[in-house]
């Protein structure tokens, strides 16, 4: 019974929770229900989500918590626990296996104070972009929310550890995480100039494989604040709708045939885990192209599928004309090209020219790491080519520091960026996140690439790269991983 779309008054009421996992009544832009949302990703709980729609509730909801709030919790046993900061907690104790509160009472309870501060101005985070949208003084809301983060960079520095309770993260940095997700939502990012070490805190939040797996991009957060300010929130915002024939699952053979693609926007044929189809759905973000997804099942391929692309491979872009393109560089420069509102690719012949070129020495990259990935599994002895893979991180690592710029293409993320991200985010699948300890501007690119809204949007996690990757290894890949 797991859901995605918001359910509304009227909406069936969900049956008994399954054994075995836990129910999440939750709203996809909420911090709130996202702090729970952390909590059971980062704990490895299984678990469904209902997805509530707040404006238009089910009078069954309401039943199991008459405030009609998110987050809520259900138990098999029926039992049902609201508010944020309780539920996390209740988790916490109902699966110890890994611990997030100190063992400590003081410990626990000093996380607590943190987190009460903290609830003065968290609202903030909201109340200054929807006041600036109403054009209304916001300089005493700035102020405060300014003092208040250079108390936690201050706190940092005194305790000299990663995260807030240490050098892993505890309950405390995920209790504030959705707030500084939201931080480009609003255009606080000034905010963070003076506090180096909540700065930093913040970009190792965005490695962890929580914050990851329930991320959303700086548009969608912005699109649905707009939409919350004007008394028109839509609970929904990105998620690809049954009439345009987006899927998430994938389609295997014996699926019928997609409709013609709808005028004014793209179809992509894809997988999810696919790196190279995720080149060209980081190119659709980065250009705002409209778009709408089919994702196809590689082991079971439809016959319509295989008239389209005869080789079988995704990506695949089709246009409303029945324009076919496919292979993710090919797909990537005939998006540049045919919406040239935010060109990727430079200007210049010669700029053109060198991109392709970086890439062409990219590409021998790429079989290393799926080598490597292949020898460890079978008990080789790695060290050799984990060697080569560390000399061409080094070429890559002096390209940047000759350049003196962040990004391969200048200071801004250009194609060659993108082209090149899905490999590096797959790292950890591949084990060999060490093989850029000796990079800086490599690894410094990495985390600015991390910060891209297209990245985000893009993104799996560590923990569901591996998962996929082993199932594919053994033969048996699960396309619908994590659905």
């Known amino acids: 019974m797991s859901t995605e779309k918001s359910v509304i008054k009227g909406t069936p009421e969900p049956g008994p929770v399954p054994k075995d996992i836990i129910r999440l009544y939750s709203m996809r832009f909420c911090p709130y229900a996202q702090r729970t949302r952390l909590v059971l990703h980062a704990k490895g709980i299984k678990f469904d989500t209902i997805n509530i729609h707040l404006k238009n509730k089910p009078e069954w909801f309401l039943e199991k918590n008459p405030l009609g709030m998110v987050p809520t919790l259900e138990t098999p046993a029926g039992e049902v626990i609201y508010e944020s900061a309780i539920t996390c907690e209740y988790l916490d104790e109902a699966y110890p296996e890994k611990k997030l509160l100190p063992s400590t009472p003081y410990g626990q309870a000093r996380q607590r104070m943190m987190l009460e501060h903290f609830s003065k101005v968290e609202l903030h985070f909201y109340k200054i972009p929807m006041r600036r949208l109403k054009g209304e003084d916001v300089s005493g ?48 990012e000034p905010f963070l100039d003076n506090t180096p070490e909540l700065k930093k ?128 560089v090919i797909t990537s420069v005939f998006l540049d090209e045919v919406y040239p509102e935010k060109k990727l690719l430079p200007a210049t012949p010669f700029g053109k020219a060198q991109q392709k070129m970086m890439l062409e020495h990219f590409s021998k990259i790429t079989p290393q790491l799926f080598k490597i990935s292949s020898a460890r599994r079978k008990g080789d002895d790695v060290s050799g080519l984990e060697a080569e893979l560390k000399e061409k991180f080094t070429s890559l690592n002096e390209y940047l520091v000759k350049r003196k710029t962040k990004f391969f293409g200048g200071d801004t993320i250009t194609f060659i960026d993108y082209m090149m991200w899905p490999f590096f985010e797959r790292l950890g699948m591949f084990e060999v996140q060490h093989c850029l300890d000796h990079t800086p501007e490599l690894k410094k690119w990495t985390e600015l690439m991390l910060e891209d809204p297209a990245v985000k949007a893009t993104m799996h996690s560590t923990e569901n790269h591996k998962t996929f990757y082993n199932n594919f290894l053994d033969g048996k890949p699960d396309f619908d991983y994590g659905l």
């Not at 102020?143 to 108390?151: G, I, P, R």
């Not at 936690?152 to 993260?169: A, R």
């Not at 707030?179 to 606080?188: A, K, N, T, Y």
Request: net charge negative; glycine share 6%.
């Open 201 to 328: 805190w913040r970009a190792h939040m965005l490695e962890d494989p929580a914050v990851k797996a329930t991320i959303h991009s700086v548009e969608s957060h912005k699109a649905f604040l707009k939409g919350y300010a004007a008394e028109k929130p839509d609970y929904d915002y990105g998620l690809f709708l049954p009439q345009t024939m987006s899927s998430e699952k994938s389609f295997a053979a014996g699926s019928p045939a997609p409709g013609p693609v709808p005028k004014d926007q793209v179809r992509l044929y894809s997988m999810r885990f696919c790196p190279f189809a995720q080149r060209t759905r980081l190119v659709l973000h980065a250009k705002g192209i409209k778009f709408e997804t089919i994702n196809i099942h590689l082991k079971q391929k439809p016959d319509w599928f295989l008239e389209k692309n005869p080789d079988g491979l995704v990506p695949v872009i089709e246009t409303p004309a029945g324009e076919v393109v496919n292979e993710s």
């Open 141 to 188: 809301l700035e102020a405060e929310l300014k003092v208040s983060l250079t108390k936690l960079d201050e706190y940092l520095v005194k305790k000299e550890t990663k995260f807030f309770d240490g050098d892993t993260i505890t309950m405390i940095d995920y209790m504030l995480w959705p707030f500084f997700e939201r931080i480009e939502m609003g255009d606080l």
